[in-house]
C-alpha cells in the first residue's frame, strides 16, 4: 500500500513537473508564435493517458524516456530507481541507474550517488561480485566521508554473506571512532573468527579474538559464553561461573541464555548447593520462568515433589508465566501419582493438554528491532540482519 502511494506521488511530482513545463512551453509560445509544438506535452499525455488507464509501469516508461536528465531533475530519476527496486524490480532499477551514469554533464557528488543507487541494486539482484566491484572502486575514488561510510555499509553487508570476517573488520576498523553504531557488528565478527578459531584447535587465539570483542562492545554476551565454554573445556568450571556472572551486567534479557551452560558449570563442579544458590541470586534479579523452573526441579530433586509445588508456586504467584504453570502442572499430576490414587484426575490431565497446545510451535525468541521470531538464538537477525538483536521471549509466554 505505501509502494503504490509513493509511486502515486512521484507520478504526481512528475506529471505536476511536465505540467509546469507545458505552461512554461505555452507562454515561450505565446511569445513566439513560430516555435514547433513542445514534443514533451505529446508524451507527457501519452504517460498520463497510461496512467489514467492503471498501467503504471508503461506510465513511468514513458515519462522516463521524456524526463530530461538535468540537475532538476536527477533526484527524481534515481527515486523511481529506488522505487523499482523496493518493489522486486531491481533489473529496471539496473538501467535506470546505468542510464544515469551514461549522463556525462552529471556533479561528481551526484555519479558517487548513482554509484551507491546501482550497488544496491546488484546487492538485491543477487549479483554481488559486480556489487563488490562497484563498491571497491566508489571507496578507491570518493573524498565524501558520508558516501565513503554507506559504501563501506554496503561492503561489510556482502562480506558479511560471504562469512569473510577478517576483510569485513579490516574495512570497518578505521570508522569504529567515528561511527561507535558499528563496534557491536565487529565484536560479533570478532566471535564469528573465534569459533572458526576453536573448531582448528586455536584457543588461545579464540581467546584473543573474544577479549577483543569485548574490548569493542563490553555488552557482547556471546563472546562472554564463548569465553566460559572455553574455561569448560579446560576443566575450569569455577572460572567458567565467574565469566557467566558477568551476562546479568551485560544484558539481563539473556540469563535464560546462559542458564544450560551455568547449570552445567556447578554440576561438572560437583557443586550443586552453588548453583542453587546462583539461581536464587537471578531470581533476586529477575524472575524469569526458565530460573523459576529450573530452581524448582533442584528442590524437587532433593526435597520431593510437595515442596517444589509449594516453593515454585510461591514464586509464580509473583511472576506468573504459561511455561512456569506447566511445570507447575506436571509437579501436581506426579503428587498425584505418588498419593496412591488409581484413576488419574481428568481436569489436570486437561490443564495440561492446554498448556502444552499453548507452549507448542511458540517462537522462543524475537528480534527487538524487526520483530522476526524463531525458536533457536540466532546471533544475527535473518531479517534485519542487524546483530545481537535477537533475545529471548520473556513474560508471561516465554522464557
Ligand atoms: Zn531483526
Redesign the pocket.
Known amino acids: 500500500m505505501h509502494d503504490v502511494m509513493l509511486l502515486g506521488l512521484l507520478l504526481t511530482a512528475i506529471a505536476i513537473g511536465f505540467g509546469l513545463g507545458i505552461r512554461y512551453a505555452a507562454r515561450r509560445h505565446r511569445q513566439a508564435p513560430t516555435a514547433p509544438p513542445s514534443q514533451l506535452s505529446r508524451e507527457y499525455f501519452v504517460g498520463l493517458n497510461y496512467l489514467l488507464n492503471e498501467q503504471p509501469d508503461e506510465a513511468i516508461n514513458t515519462f522516463i524516456s521524456a524526463l530530461d536528465v538535468n540537475s532538476d531533475t536527477v533526484d527524481t530519476h534515481i527515486a523511481l530507481g529506488k522505487l523499482f527496486r523496493t518493489r522486486g524490480e531491481a533489473d529496471k532499477a539496473v538501467s535506470i541507474h546505468q542510464n544515469l551514469l551514461a549522463r556525462p554533464a552529471l556533479s561528481h557528488g551526484t555519479n558517487e550517488r548513482i554509484q551507491l543507487e546501482l550497488a544496491r541494486d546488484f546487492i538485491a539482484l543477487g549479483v554481488h561480485d559486480r556489487a563488490q566491484r562497484l563498491l571497491h572502486s566508489l571507496l578507491e575514488q570518493s573524498t565524501d566521508d558520508e558516501r565513503r561510510y554507506a559504501a563501506k555499509q554496503l561492503l561489510v553487508g556482502l562480506l558479511e554473506r560471504e562469512r569473510e570476517w577478517q576483510t569485513a573488520l579490516e574495512v570497518i576498523q578505521p570508522l569504529l571512532k567515528q561511527h561507535p553504531g558499528m563496534r557491536r557488528p565487529a565484536s560479533h565478527w570478532l566471535c564469528e573468527l573465534a569459533i572458526e578459531e576453536i573448531q582448528q584447535s586455536s584457543r588461545a587465539l579464540a581467546k584473543k579474538h573474544l577479549k577483543k570483542a569485548l574490548l569493542l562492545d563490553e555488552r557482547c554476551i556471546r563472546a562472554t559464553l564463548l569465553l566460559a565454554d572455553l574455561e569448560m573445556d579446560n576443566g575450569h568450571y569455577g572460572r567458567a561461573i565467574e565469566r557467566l556472572d558477568h551476562i546479568p551486567e551485560q544484558d539481563g534479557a539473556h540469563i535464560p541464555t546462559m542458564l544450560p551452560t551455568l547449570q552445567r558449570a556447578y554440576s561438572r563442579n560437583d557443586d550443586i548447593a552453588g548453583l542453587e544458590k546462583h539461581l536464587y541470586s537471578l531470581l533476586g534479579q529477575a524472575p524469569y520462568t526458565s530460573v523459576i523452573v529450573m530452581l524448582g526441579e533442584l528442590i524437587h530433586q532433593r526435597d520431593g515433589v510437595d515442596t517444589a509445588i509449594e516453593l515454585t508456586g510461591n514464586w509464580l504467584r509473583d511472576a506468573p508465566s504459561l511455561g512456569g504453570l506447566d511445570y507447575l502442572l506436571d509437579l501436581y499430576v506426579e503428587s498425584q501419582q505418588l498419593s496412591g490414587r488409581t484413576a488419574p484426575d481428568t481436569r489436570l490431565s486437561l490443564l495440561k493438554y492446554h498448556t502444552d497446545a499453548l507452549l507448542k510451535d511458540r517462537p522462543r525468541h524475537q528480534?527487538r528491532?524487526?520483530?522476526?521470531t524463531s525458536d533457536a538464538l540466532a546471533w544475527q537477525?535473518p531479517?534485519?540482519?542487524?546483530w545481537g538483536?535477537?533475545k529471548p521471549i520473556t513474560g508471561v509466554e516465554g522464557e
Open positions: 528480534c528491532r524487526c520483530g522476526f537477525c531479517s534485519c540482519r542487524r538483536t535477537i
